[in-house]
Each structure stands twice: as structure tokens, then as C-alpha cells.
């Protein structure tokens, strides 16, 4: 199935405390380009799901968000530094007994000195967090697929409508090809007549240059070419894989014999029809650019 490089999908999903959003965002590009943005504390993530990204797209430029927050954070823990507590304690024993103050120290009076207590955040369940990410990320891509493939099945119509319409254009080009080498033979004859009259005229010299002319222009080897590549991008369209590279060098192809058949044309009417092919196909390499 043809799919269009161009496409956005999203998933929002609580899961085992977390609301996580995924987001997938792509458009053409030549090559396959990745690239991932989170929270900095969520970046271990990247290789996992770029590796996952690649099993179902093969090209364009891909950008992933990827969003996470904690209801309840349940992974920072209070730890007490005991023996700078014990020392602040001492030092105002310390002072009590100096100055004779009276030594009324609470537990509350420990609060105070905030660089006794230390907040550790506990290390992810990073393998666990990975796999409840990426089930959020498959949500985004099913809904990212989707676009793609509906966009590229309007590409898709355009495209084949394109190329028959370039295959009606060739076919006009064999009905006229014959007629070009009569005309050339009819001129020659005329020419020679008015040079030196009827009783000077080498029929044989006559067949000769035609042929020689003929073989000149023929384009029947283009057009045969042509034809074939035309079968082959139908072929091509039905086939269930990425094909955008492969329709684009089968366009080259394209493209090449019909600028042969143009500069060996010595016809107006083959050169109009030429330019009208050529139209074609300049449209089809423009769809082509954003198929995958």
C-alpha cells in the first residue's frame, strides 16, 4: 500500500502513575531522520523507541515529543544526615553550657538547619517505563499510519491517472512516427523533381535516403522503452512495500527516453506531444517527492 511521507499522530494515556503523551510528527525527506525530545531525566528512551519507529517507517524526516508527568512522585526519599545533626547538636550544648543559656533544643529546632536533611530521587524502573512508553507510542503511530496511507492513496489515484495519461500521449506518438518518414520521402521526390524533372529521378537513390532518414529519427526502441516503463510503475504502485525510491529512478528512466525521442523528432506535432509527456512527469516527480 502506497504511503505518503506526511503525517502527525497522538496518544494521551495515564498508566501505572504516569500521563504520558506521545507525539509523531513527519514529512519528506530523502533519507529516514529521527529525531527525539522529552524531559531530560526521560532521554534514556530515545534508542528504544527510535529502533521501534524504524520497523514501520523507512523514509522522511520524523520528529517523536514524548511527554511524561508523575501524579504522585513516589520516587524521592528524605535522607537524614545524622552526624551533621549530631554536630549542630553538640555545638549548641555547646553554647548552653559557654553562656549558661538554657538548653531548650526540640526536634522542630532541627528543622531549621535544612542541610541536615537531603532529597534522593530514586532511579526509574527504566525497562518497565520503556515498554508503558512505547505501548503509548504504538497509539500515536496507528494514528500517524493512518494519515499516511490515506494521503497516500490520493497520491497514489493521481499518479496512475498521470502515467495512462502519458500512455495515451506515446500512443499517439506511434500513430504519427510512420507518417513523419512518408512525409520526408514525399519532400525528397519533390525536391528532386523540381531540380532536375521526372526523367532524373533515382527511385532507388530515393528509397535509400529514406531509410537512412528513417533509421535517423526512429524512436520506436524509446517507445517500446517507454511502454515498458510505464507497465513497470504500475507494478510497482501494487506492490506492499516503500516504493518512492524505486519510482523515482523508473521516472529518471522515464525521463530519459522521452528526451531522446524529443531531440530525434522531427515532427511539430511529436515535439507537442513531447512537451505535454514531459508535463506529466515533471506532476508525477512532484507527487513522488512525499511518497515513502
Do not use: C, W
Request: cysteine-free.
Amino acid at each position: 500500500m502506497i504511503k505518503s511521507m506526511t503525517g502527525y499522530g497522538r496518544a494521551q494515556r495515564t498508566i501505572d502513575n504516569y500521563d504520558i503523551t506521545a507525539e509523531i510528527k513527519t514529512v519528506n525527506h530523502r533519507y529516514l531522520d529521527l529525531n527525539y525530545k522529552s524531559q531530560r531525566f526521560y532521554l534514556f528512551l530515545e534508542e528504544a523507541i527510535k529502533k521501534h519507529l524504524t520497523s514501520f517507517i523507512s523514509r522522511g524526516k520524523v520528529d517523536v515529543f514524548i511527554s511524561i508527568h508523575k501524579q504522585v512522585d513516589t520516587n524521592k526519599n528524605i535522607v537524614i544526615n545524622t552526624a551533621l545533626a549530631k554536630s549542630y547538636i553538640d555545638a549548641l550544648d555547646g553554647l548552653s553550657m559557654e553562656f549558661g543559656i538554657e538548653n531548650d533544643i526540640k526536634l522542630s529546632s532541627l528543622i531549621h538547619f535544612n542541610d541536615i536533611f537531603d532529597i534522593v530521587q530514586q532511579p526509574e524502573d527504566q525497562e518497565q517505563l520503556t515498554k508503558v512508553v512505547l505501548s503509548v507510542v504504538d497509539e500515536a503511530l496507528t494514528d500517524l499510519m493512518r494519515m499516511r496511507r490515506r494521503e497516500g492513496e490520493i497520491l497514489g489515484a493521481d499518479m496512475l491517472l498521470r502515467n495512462n495519461s502519458v500512455r495515451s500521449e506515446l500512443e499517439k506518438i506511434e500513430a504519427i512516427e510512420p507518417e513523419t518518414v512518408e512525409q520526408y520521402r514525399q519532400k525528397l521526390q519533390q525536391r528532386i523533381t523540381e531540380l532536375v524533372g521526372n526523367n532524373g529521378i533515382d527511385e532507388n537513390r530515393i528509397l535509400t535516403e529514406t531509410a537512412i532518414f528513417a533509421d535517423k529519427i526512429s524512436v520506436t526502441e524509446e517507445i517500446t522503452r517507454m511502454h515498458s516503463h510505464l507497465n513497470e510503475f504500475e507494478k510497482i504502485m501494487g506492490l506492499g512495500m516503500p516504493i518512492g525510491r524505486k519510482l523515482d529512478f523508473l521516472l529518471q528512466e522515464m525521463n530519459r527516453e522521452i528526451n531522446t525521442i524529443g531531440s530525434k523528432s522531427n515532427n511539430i506535432s511529436i515535439s507537442k506531444i513531447v512537451v505535454n509527456i514531459k508535463a506529466e512527469l515533471e506532476k508525477i516527480r512532484e507527487q513522488l517527492q512525499n511518497i515513502e
